[in-house]
């Protein structure tokens, strides 16, 4: 799971590693930033429990300190795991920057999520809490100790003198893989490793202490989070602007209200702005970048964020394991619309193999670097599969690399749907519909589509009556998986298509499609 030691040396050598925790960050731009604003949220309508605030670099760790301290006289010790389910807000900051005081990890789960998902995540990491947004949710994880955002606990900061801290080396927290397979596999952060990723970010996107983020996506995921996300707009000096949901109706009149200079979006949700833009009352003109990542964007909708938001678009093809591809803000505009981007660091490897495993500028792309993991959490198994011998990360993407060393996205080699940003395990959607007393068989593909790139089909073998769609739908729900993973295609078949080895053929039963 770790670098050896030779790599690791080289990589502090190089500067990339700069030994230095989440806490010391946090406390060295209070020095340097103390009353500017951090984090500024306009609150949840119709939630008075999720008020709208505005924090300034010493409020967060201000606050952190307490809930730390208040954490702590609840039993969270270092290298306790912890899952956090929170929405955009300000208290979401607040819970990482505690855990990171005291060496606990986060382990990131999404607003989207439910008790199939939780309840899993909870039992693996054999968490000693779950920190989730109001009562309704405690229900995810029955056999752990629930803390709602509305009853963070907090205490006197002093009681933490004296604790040993996190070294820069140890994990800081555990991300969720998109997962081809079951549920998602957990993705070990070092302090370290992702500091360095998002602070070369912000660098790469030219944030500076008068830039503002939008943080328009959920703020667990990886996009938002460090590419250059809420953490590199704080190592910027820069503000964060937490919105509740990524819609135009909410986040245009913030970027006005607030002078948002620079936002993130998925594909869709771009299409979604590009559309709103042209009727929009709001002033929009503060905006300078708009980053489209998490999915393939196509040429031509790339081609119109210029004219029609004002602003200069930045493609980012990445991944929570680790590599982060940008165009950078003085590109050509050509690249900028055709091309993925070109890594971060000077020593991000990329190999790009074809299907005979010969090196070529187009096919499977494998990468290893200083921000890139060496193995999953507690998978022993699938690390042999998923890393070469030699620490190569293989990323399931299909590739191609242009004359420039930018790449272009080609499609997915695993059998994974990429549904507008939000991966789906086909396995893990396959195993809820087999547990359907009609169902005697199940394949689920990805199919193109227009809008959020892919669709899912579930192809299904039946036994006796074949059930309703909207039963179907019903029955996932009522399993308590997320709504993104329910199927938005059914389709009944007699038989699947099979390869030479009598595997099903998914490639044919997406030609079908």
């Given at each position: 799971?770790h670098?050896p030691?030779?790599?690791?040396a080289r ?6 590693w ?34 709208g605030?505005?924090?300034?670099f010493?409020?967060?760790?201000e ?9 702590y006289?609840?039993?969270?010790r ?5 899952v ?8 979401f ?9 005291l060496g606990?990890w ?16 909870c039992e ?7 920190i989730?947004?109001?009562?309704a ?7 752990t100790?629930a ?8 205490g006197?900061?002093?009681v ?10 140890d ?8 997962g081809?397979t079951g549920l998602?596999?957990l ?6 490793d992702?500091i ?9 996107c030219?944030l ?12 667990a995921?990886?996009?938002p ?11 910027a000096?820069?503000?964060?602007v ?6 135009p109706?909410?986040?245009?009149p ?5 002078r948002?200079?620079?936002a993130?979006l998925v ?10 833009a042209a009727?929009?009352?709001h ?10 990542g998490?999915a393939?964007?196509s ?15 930045q ?7 680790g590599?982060?591809n940008?165009t950078r ?19 991000d490897?990329?190999l ?7 090196e ?12 890139t993991?060496?193995?999953?959490w507690?998978?022993?198994?699938h ?11 293989r ?10 060393g ?7 080699a ?18 809820h519909?087999?547990?359907?007393p009609?169902?005697h ?10 809008y ?14 074949t059930?309703k ?7 996932l729900?009522d ?7 329910i ?12 390869t ?13 499609t």
């Amino acid at each position: 799971m770790h670098w050896p030691d030779d790599v690791a040396a080289r990589y502090r050598a190089a500067g990339y590693w700069r030994g230095e925790t989440f806490g010391g960050m946090l406390r060295d731009l209070v020095s340097r930033y103390g009353s500017r604003p951090a984090l500024i949220s306009p609150g949840t309508p119709g939630a008075p429990e999720v008020p709208g605030v505005r924090w300034s670099f010493r409020d967060l760790q201000e606050r952190a300190d307490r809930l730390a301290a208040g954490l702590y006289g609840s039993g969270v010790r270092r290298g306790d795991r912890v899952v956090v389910q929170l929405p955009n807000v300000p208290g979401f900051h607040q819970v990482c920057f505690a855990l990171f005081r005291l060496g606990a990890w986060p382990v990131f789960a999404l607003p989207a999520h439910r008790s199939a998902e939780i309840s899993y995540f909870c039992e693996f990491t054999e968490a000693a809490a779950y920190i989730c947004p109001d009562d309704a949710h405690r229900a995810y994880a029955p056999g752990t100790p629930a803390i709602t955002l509305g009853e963070l606990p907090e205490g006197d900061p002093a009681v933490l003198d004296g604790l040993p801290g996190p070294e820069p080396s140890d994990v800081a927290f555990l991300q969720l893989s998109g997962g081809s397979t079951g549920l998602p596999k957990l993705i070990p952060r070092t302090h370290d490793d992702y500091i360095y990723s998002f602070r070369a970010s912000a660098e790469i996107c030219e944030l500076t202490p008068d830039s503002v983020y939008l943080c328009a996506l959920p703020a667990a995921h990886n996009f938002p989070m460090s590419s250059p996300g809420v953490f590199g707009a704080l190592s910027a000096g820069a503000a964060s602007v937490l919105a509740p949901d990524p819609s135009p109706g909410t986040c245009f009149p913030l970027i006005e209200r607030e002078r948002v200079t620079i936002a993130a979006l998925v594909p869709p949700l771009a299409l979604v702005w590009l559309d709103a833009a042209a009727s929009t009352p709001h002033d929009l003109s503060s905006l300078r970048v708009l980053q489209v990542g998490g999915a393939k964007f196509s040429e031509e909708a790339a081609k119109r964020v210029r004219p029609e938001l004002g602003c200069a678009l930045q493609q980012v093809f990445g991944m929570a394991e680790g590599l982060v591809n940008y165009t950078r803000l003085d590109d050509p505009e050509g690249i900028v619309v055709s091309t993925q981007g070109r890594p971060i660091s000077p020593d991000d490897e990329i190999l790009i193999l074809d299907d005979e495993g010969r090196e070529s500028d187009y096919g499977h792309l494998l990468t290893r670097g200083p921000y890139t993991i060496r193995g999953y959490w507690r998978a022993d198994e699938h690390n042999r599969t998923a890393f070469t011998e030699d620490g190569f990360y293989r990323t399931g993407d299909i590739v191609r690399r242009t004359p420039e060393g930018y790449l272009v996205v080609e499609g997915r080699a695993k059998d994974q749907i990429n549904r507008g940003g939000e991966k789906i395990a086909a396995e893990e959607v396959e195993n809820h519909l087999l547990a359907h007393p009609a169902i005697h068989d199940a394949s689920v593909v990805a199919v193109p589509d227009a809008y959020l790139g892919e669709r899912t089909c579930a192809y299904l073998i039946c036994r006796g009556e074949t059930p309703k769609k909207s039963e179907l739908r019903a029955f996932l729900r009522d399993r308590g998986i997320a709504a993104f993973k329910i199927p938005d295609m059914f389709e009944f078949v007699d038989a699947f298509p099979q390869t030479a080895v009598g595997k099903v053929s998914k490639r044919h039963l997406r030609e079908r499609t």
